[in-house]
């Protein structure tokens, strides 16, 4: 029998980025649109109430039960000091994987309203210019104009790990 | 191949470890007067599994040196041999040697291949000692340095070129599960294989039956292949072929070194397997393994969860009542959905019936989904006869070991985390606890010293005693010890009770000299630190001259926790019942208010501190401010007792612990998160966690 | 001993030459005791007999002496001493007991005690002995030596004798023949005087005989003469002694029969006194009816009515009756003689002899062994009573009769019959003048003269007749005055009566005639109401078609309303919907946004999945929009149907007035009918009413008609009273009749103008003219 080569997710990611296409999930916050790696994502749900954490930055919501799981989630909007909008049932969670250190968290974030998948051709990825202190650029991986509008790549482990949910030098 | 292979590395390792776990406790039975052979057989038997199952995988290094056990105990089965108490210890020490071997593959990690040679050259000394049936003497140290050097030329004398295979299987041998073509693979993975079929057997395509065999072949496979991996391959299917295999021999200077090579080969492999096993595993990809694993038929009745450390073997009949259960659901299940596709208010008495007992099948679900998390205490038991052996002979100390409800059953977890501290206090109680035969005999004790180790259930709990008849303790030596190590104050009063504790304080050893095996002084703290993580407590009570007794309660399982629900202002916390004293209304003349340092209230005479959960968590939506209005519940943890300012006692219920750290961080004040009934999520308070907090 | 208590130291003397007379059987029980006895013992009769004879024996007597008594009397000797007795009260009295058996057959039948009164001396040598023997000092009887000589002293008369004979005889012959012999004559003398010794012995034993029997002949001589108080002596031995005992018993015995029968003589004698001078008339006669007894009364009554008796029985003599046969009074004896033979119980009877009215009782006499021993008749000669019973008798059937003039004769009346006969005749006298009275009184009110009163003086019964009579004239006068003053006045009236009724039967006919008219003019009226009453139905049905209409409309309106709320509701409901349809298309669009992150995850593999998840997400997109866009529609719609409904709504609000406003105006219509028809009903009751009142009037006017002549013909009945009514003559009438004329008229011209200002003018001139009548028949009267 011929040798079953086993294909990792790593082992895809590694083939996407030989690939001259990336897939990018795009949503918005405020009149601003953003991306992420659409192999971060892991679902996107609508919001649901969640259970407040106490003593944590106003912008971690809380935390909800996903699918047995204990999930956190996070405003982007406060986040990035966008002002607070009001939750609906038509308000989005972007579910995305995070990866810190080994383990891989899994981390809700609260969109405006997701736009579209979109495919991103790697050359035409621009490096982020500085915004000043409205967004931090640490985790802004680029910039890409799409149809048109500026979508803002958003690095999904940076992002997270500013947020300071490495709990490592804690425990 | 190697990746197929490496699939059942997990269960190969699991199954050696009960086989050397059977062979120890084997060893450990044998009554040297009057061997029952059977006992002989049951270690024989484990040690050739092993032997064949180190083979199959390709850890030669194993099988030779099971091999050679195996030779042993095949004399000691035929009568050949008698079998000695030096014999019984070489092949102890084997095992022990067997273990740190297959461990170290497991790990990945280096073997200790001069404990290895060690224990192979005491093994061949018995076994030559027998033949000339000299006194087995125990082999000193530089004896087996020298001999470890002339002992592997002398294997690798052996060395073969080949083998050639007449291989006529039966007509049933498909049936068995077994797959020739399998089999050629892994005899092509030792060497260069050329296979020839012979194809006389094949009846008329009218008669044949595609179920049945009627192939038969000639195999030649050339390469340094020591027998035993042939017949490794072969050993599944010995009863149902016609076998025939002639050694093709070579000159031994090609041979490449032999050591390095399976570990090379080995070490990748292990930590693929590790690192596969991820929570990233797709669906895909273990339904696939999963159908590997039936077609491989060699999985019996245990199941196996592809994570390392975290695999669990679970008995048959625990399965059964789950599927039992699950069918009980998908009945109740199907039931309602009937009812709810025509649902008529007068139906309302069956779709509550219906509710009723799909809560009593999920209960029952959950319960046996916990039950399968139970492990019996034999577990950690197990180890201890051979402990006992090994300090025993030792110390020349006469002990017997006495074990009680060995099937007393565990949580997982537990089972695991009891293990070390157990350990220590078993080997307390040899070292410390039982004196010296002619000590006890002069005492007007048996000459021979009991140590029991007792499990069983008491409540939600289970508790493990550790009792020993040996000299006990000694208050007044403790105290003075104490003393002397600034401890206590000299003029501190201390109760019995108290005094015995003393032996749990960090840094307090009462053993005369060190010895190897106990007496550091760091050890009895960390038991007590280690058992009070596991959210358990441990006692002792003791008669000088009489003996000890150490009793260690756990909470069954970690996972699950029978909580207190209360509220505070819209949000819910739960509470371990455990950490609750009482709940109560506070007076305004009770309470204090002490400048800077918070509020206290009187209870019992004893002031103790308020922690109002509202301030403390920042709840807005609190019902009341005033201690007066809502509840104090009275907690304790860590020693720490404190007040609780709530609104409100909601129910008692049993919940499921979930980390909080999985996917977030750790949260001063709570221990962890659960999952209520409505499928919001509930912060589980940690009473010693909101101490620290409200002292912030 | 039984002791009797209790005791005084009074003593009662007997009287003296009384007996205390008392007999006792055997056994010492009373069986008699004489008068005296029970008077001194203060005992009665039936307590005495029957009881122990020791129960009047005084304590100080002492138990000895009783002892001797029964001694001697049971060896049937008689016993004599002064004895101490008790009365009842207890005081004392001392007889002197004698006591003797008395025998009957030879044997002892019972004692008999007789007791005399002692003498003083007697009594205190008894009570020094009684005080001695109390004290065992004395006794009764010699004892000892004495006892012995008294035995010998007491020897037989023959005895004696024979003892003399021995020592006469024997010595003296022997001596006297020795003496012969020997020639010795001393000793011959001696013996001699032996011999003369002995008769003189002799002598004496024959005297002592002699001097006994003397003093027996002595006391049985006195005892001849009643006087039985002889003093015996009873204790002599000898024969004598027995002798004298004997005679001492019998002269007990003889005392003790003569007091009993000196008792029973003086009892007959009394009785005989008293009956001889009884008023009644007794005649006793025996067995042979022979007359054995009269009374004086009796003797006296034959005497007086000898004659009359003679006249029937010829041969009847009152001098001669004593001894005589009582056939005597009877012609025919034997009958009679029958009757009384057999007489055993009262008979009485009367018997007419010569006009002698006679009743006779007779009784049978009969012993104490209850044979008959004679008759007692008693005679009541009752010929001057019945005479007088029969004269009186006359009297009261005379009066009885009403014959009240015959009086009875009181010259031959006395006593009883005298004031009898006076009484009746005071009685006749009495009832005499009462009727007498009453009939001239009743005579002149049957005249009509109401003026005559009793005047005479009576009592009780009479009186009560005399006032009530009086009363019942006074009464009479009163109401005969009022009723002819009412008489007057009916006629007065009854004439007005009639004047007025004709007036009202004029008066009626006249009230017919309108009320005629009255209805036919209300016919007129009634039948112009009911046409408005017609006509207002019409309007209100047409009223109520309106009506119909309108509600109609306004429900029409009303289906309008909930047909458009309807529509709004469904509006709302498809905007629900069309939400949900918006929710489902962003659930969609996530969906497919997870499918195209799995997608992308799948890689190349995934690419064709993508592709499917855009379409998707574009389909959810437009699908989305295609809600928003009905959304807005429905929206708009609902905004229109909710303008439309408000519409409708105000449509049906003005229907609704509308509707209301034709009820209202139905409502009065319909009120304007019920009003008309209520009238038209009130008109046709009027009519009713007026017909009734014209037949009513009819009626009246026939009344009044008949009234009129009803009226007149009792004015003529009331003047026929009047008239009657002057029949009697009334004390009022008398008096007026005695005052002038004039007086009498103006009084009642008085009376009338007094009645005329009161009274409608219109009657004036029939009083006047009833007035004039009055005057002529008072003057006529």
């Known amino acids: ?171 | ?696 | 001993m039984k002791l009797n208590h209790p005791v005084t130291d009074r003593e009662v003397l007997m009287k003296p030459g009384t007996i205390l007379v008392t007999r006792t059987n055997l056994k010492g029980i009373i069986t008699y005791a004489n008068d005296a006895f029970i008077e001194i013992s203060g005992f009665s009769k039936d307590e005495l007999v029957g009881a122990n004879h020791n129960m009047v024996r005084h304590p100080d007597m002492p138990p000895a002496a009783f002892q001797d008594l029964w001694d001697c009397l049971k060896t049937g000797r008689p016993w004599t001493a002064p004895v101490k007795n008790r009365t009842k009260s207890g005081d004392y009295y001392w007889v002197e007991a004698n006591v003797t058996p008395v025998f009957k057959n030879g044997k002892v039948q019972e004692y008999l005690s007789v007791r005399y009164a002692p003498s003083r001396e007697q009594i205190q040598q008894a009570e020094s002995l009684y005080e001695k023997l109390n004290a065992n000092k004395a006794t009764i009887r010699p004892t000892g030596i004495s006892a012995v000589i008294k035995k010998l002293l007491e020897l037989g008369l023959w005895k004696k004798v024979g003892i003399i004979y021995l020592i006469f005889l024997l010595p003296t012959i022997n001596s006297i023949y020795d003496h012969y012999l020997e020639q010795k004559y001393p000793e011959m003398f001696l013996f001699l005087g032996l011999a003369g010794f002995a008769s003189i012995l002799g002598y004496s034993v024959i005297r002592s005989v002699v001097k006994a029997l003397e003093n027996s002949i002595r006391i049985c001589y006195r005892m001849a003469d009643e006087q039985f108080r002889n003093t015996i002596d009873l204790d002599r031995g000898d024969e004598i002694g027995d002798f004298y005992r004997a005679l001492y018993g019998m002269q007990v015995k003889l005392n003790s029969d003569l007091a009993y029968s000196k008792q029973v003589a003086s009892e007959a004698m009394r009785i005989k006194q008293a009956l001889d001078n009884v008023q009644s008339c007794v005649m006793v006669a025996n067995n042979d009816l022979d007359i054995i007894y009269m009374n004086k009364t009796v003797a006296e009554m034959f005497q007086n009515a000898e004659a009359d008796i003679r006249k029937q029985l010829p041969e009847f003599d009152a001098s001669k009756l004593m001894g005589a046969n009582i056939d005597q009074f009877h012609k025919k004896p034997a009958h009679q003689r029958g009757l009384l033979a057999n007489l055993s119980s009262t008979f009485s009877s009367a018997l007419v002899v010569g006009g002698r009215h006679m009743n006779i009782v007779a009784n049978p006499v009969k012993s104490d062994e209850n044979e008959r021993i004679g008759i007692v008749v008693e005679w009541l000669d009752r010929t001057h009573e019945v005479k007088i019973e029969q004269e009186i008798a006359s009297i009261v059937e005379a009066v009885k009769a009403g014959e009240l003039s015959s009086r009875i004769e009181l010259a031959d009346k006395q006593g009883f019959f005298e004031t009898l006969s006076e009484g009746i005749n005071e009685l006749t006298d009495v009832i005499e003048n009462v009727f007498r009275d009453v009939g001239s009184t009743m005579q002149s009110m049957a005249s009509g003269d109401l003026t005559n009163r009793i005047t005479s003086d009576y009592q009780g019964v009479y009186l009560n007749c005399k006032n009530d009579i009086n009363t019942t004239i006074d009464k009479l006068n009163e109401i005969f005055g009022q009723v002819s003053e009412s008489a007057h006045f009916i006629n007065n009236s009854s004439q007005e009566i009639a004047s007025g009724n004709n007036n009202l039967s004029q008066r009626a006919e006249q009230q017919a005639a309108n009320l005629q008219q009255t209805a036919a003019s209300m016919e007129e009226l009634t039948s112009t109401v009911k046409n408005n009453a017609d006509n207002a139905q019409q309007a209100n049905t047409v009223a109520n078609n309106a009506r119909e209409l309108a509600e109609k409309g306004g429900n029409v309106v009303k289906a309008a309303v909930s047909a458009m709320q309807e529509i709004n509701e469904s509006s709302n409901k498809i905007a629900d919907i069309i939400s949900v349809i918006d929710e489902i298309a962003f659930q969609t669009n996530l969906l497919a946004l997870n499918a195209s992150v799995e997608a992308a995850r799948a890689g190349e593999q995934g690419r064709g999945f993508s592709v499917v998840a855009t379409e998707v997400r574009n389909l959810a997109q437009r699908s989305a929009t295609a809600a928003r866009e009905s959304k807005e529609l429905i929206q708009t719609s609902v905004q229109k149907v909710r303008a439309g409904t408000e519409f409708v709504n105000e449509t049906g609000k003005a229907l609704n007035e509308i509707v209301a406003g034709v009820q209202k105006v139905g409502d009065i219509v319909a009120q304007i009918a019920d009003a008309s028809i209520e009238q038209s009903a009130g008109i046709g009751q009027v009519n009713q009413a007026v017909a009734q009142m014209d037949e009513i009037t009819q009626q009246n006017a026939a009344l009044a008609e008949e009234a009129s002549a009803a009226s007149v013909s009792m004015s003529d009945l009331s003047t026929n009273m009047v008239e009657m009514l002057a029949f009697f003559k009334t004390e009022k009438k008398a008096a007026e009749h005695q005052v002038s004329h004039h007086a009498d008229r103006s009084s009642v011209v008085r009376a009338e103008a007094n009645r005329a200002t009161s009274s409608q003018p219109v009657r004036q001139p029939s009083s006047f003219k009833q007035t004039s009548n009055a005057d002529d028949e008072w003057q006529d009267f």
């Open chain 2, 1 to 696: 191949m190697s990746i197929d292979m490496a699939q059942f590395h997990q269960v190969f390792f699991e199954e050696s470890f009960e086989g050397l776990d059977a062979m120890e406790s084997g060893l450990l039975n044998l009554d040297l007067g009057d061997v029952n052979v059977e006992d002989i057989n049951t270690i024989f038997r484990a040690a050739h599994s092993i032997k064949g199952g180190s083979g199959t995988f390709g850890f030669t290094a194993v099988s030779d040196f099971t091999h050679v056990m195996e030779t042993l105990l095949d004399e000691m089965r035929d009568g050949r041999r008698k079998i000695t108490q030096p014999a019984v210890d070489v092949l102890l020490g084997s095992v022990d040697c067997l273990r740190d071997m297959l461990q170290s593959i497991q790990n990945g990690s280096e073997v200790d291949q001069s404990d290895v040679a060690e224990h192979k050259l005491a093994l061949d000394n018995e076994l030559n000692n027998a033949v000339s049936s000299s006194s087995a003497g125990k082999p000193s140290p530089e004896a087996l340095a020298s001999n470890s050097a002339t002992a592997l030329p002398a294997d690798e004398a052996k060395q073969i070129a080949g083998w050639v295979i007449a291989f006529s299987p039966h007509l049933h041998l498909l049936k068995t599960g077994n797959e020739p073509v399998r089999m050629f693979r892994e005899l092509a993975s030792l060497g260069h294989l050329t296979t020839t079929v012979d194809l006389q057997g094949v009846p008329d395509l009218y008669d044949l039956d595609p179920e049945e065999c009627h192939l038969s072949w000639k195999l030649s496979v050339l390469g340094d292949i020591p027998e035993t991996e042939v017949d490794e391959i072969f050993d599944w299917v010995e009863d149902d072929c016609d076998l025939a295999k002639q050694p093709i021999y070579q000159t031994p200077t090609e041979a490449p070194p032999l050591h390095s090579a399976p570990d090379v080969a080995i070490n990748p492999v292990a930590n693929r397997v590790t690192e596969d096993v991820s929570p990233e595993l797709t669906r895909a990809e273990e339904s696939e393994s999963n159908s590997l694993e039936r077609k491989s038929g060699k999985k019996e009745d245990a199941k196996a969860a592809p994570k390392g450390s975290s695999s669990i073997r679970v008995d048959t009949s625990k399965i059964d009542t789950l599927i039992n259960m699950v069918g009980e659901l998908v009945i109740t299940q199907s039931m309602l959905s009937l009812l709810g596709e025509h649902f008529e208010l007068n139906k309302l008495d069956q779709l509550k019936n219906g509710l009723s007992q799909l809560e009593r099948h999920t209960r029952e679900l959950q319960e046996s989904v916990m039950n399968i998390r139970m492990l019996p205490i034999s577990f950690v038991f197990s180890r201890f006869p051979r402990l006992a052996h090994d300090i025993s002979s030792k110390l020349g100390k006469k002990i017997e070991l006495k074990l009680v409800g060995e099937n007393t059953e565990v949580d997982k977890t537990v089972v695991e985390l009891l293990s070390d501290p157990l350990v220590h206090l078993v080997r307390n109680s040899l070292d410390h606890g039982i004196e010296m035969p002619d000590v006890r005999l002069a005492a007007g004790k048996p000459e021979t010293g009991t140590v029991t180790l007792e499990a069983y259930h008491r409540g939600g709990n289970i508790v493990i005693e550790v009792a020993d008849d040996g000299k006990g303790l000694d208050k007044d030596k403790l105290r003075a010890k104490a003393i002397e190590k600034g401890l206590i104050d000299a003029d501190a009063i201390l109760s019995d009770k108290q005094t015995y504790e003393l032996i749990f304080m960090p840094g307090f050893s009462t053993a005369e000299k060190l010895t190897d095996i106990s007496g550091r002084g760091v050890g009895m703290d960390v038991v007590r630190r280690n058992i009070q993580a596991l959210g358990g407590n441990i006692e002792i009570l003791s008669e000088l001259g009489k003996g000890s007794t150490i009793s260690i309660h756990l909470p069954l399982t970690l996972a699950i926790l029978d909580g207190q629900s209360i509220a505070v202002g819209d949000e819910t916390y739960i509470l371990p019942l455990g950490s609750i004293i009482e709940s109560l209304h506070v007076k305004e003349d009770r309470l204090n208010r002490v400048a800077g340092k918070g509020e206290t209230f009187l209870l019992r005479g004893q002031y103790l501190p308020i922690i109002r959960m509202h301030q403390i968590f920042n709840v807005l939506t609190a019902k009341t401010t005033k201690l007066t209005e809502g509840l104090i519940v009275v907690v304790e943890g860590q020693g720490l007792r404190c007040g609780l300012f709530v609104d409100d006692l909601l129910g008692q219920q049993q919940v499921v612990i979930k980390s909080l750290e999985a996917n977030y961080r750790r949260i001063e004040g709570v221990s962890g998160a659960t999952i209520l009934g409505d499928g919001s999520v509930a912060l589980i308070l940690d009473i010693p966690g909101l101490v620290r907090l409200a002292n912030q």
């Open chain 1, 1 to 171: 029998m011929s040798e079953i080569i086993e294909l990792s997710s790593t082992d895809q990611q590694d083939a996407k980025r030989l690939d001259t296409s990336l897939q990018f999930l795009s949503f918005t916050l405020g009149q601003e649109e953003y991306g992420v790696d659409i192999l971060r994502v892991q679902e996107i749900r609508s919001w649901e109430p969640v259970s407040r954490i106490p003593n944590v930055p106003s912008y971690e919501k809380g935390v909800v039960n996903l699918r047995g799981a204990i999930v956190p989630i996070i405003d982007l909007r406060e986040r990035f000091q966008l002002g607070h909008s009001d939750y609906s049932p038509l308000t989005v969670v972007v579910v995305l994987q995070a990866r810190m250190a080994d383990k891989t968290r899994i981390i809700g974030v609260v969109v405006d309203s997701v736009s579209d998948v979109v495919d991103v051709n790697k050359k035409s990825i621009q490096s982020a210019p500085n915004f000043g202190a409205k967004v931090s650029t640490e985790f802004i991986n680029g910039l890409v104009s799409v149809s048109g509008r500026m979508v803002m790549l958003l690095d999904v482990d940076k992002l997270l790990k500013l947020d300071g949910l490495d709990g490592e030098d804690e425990s």
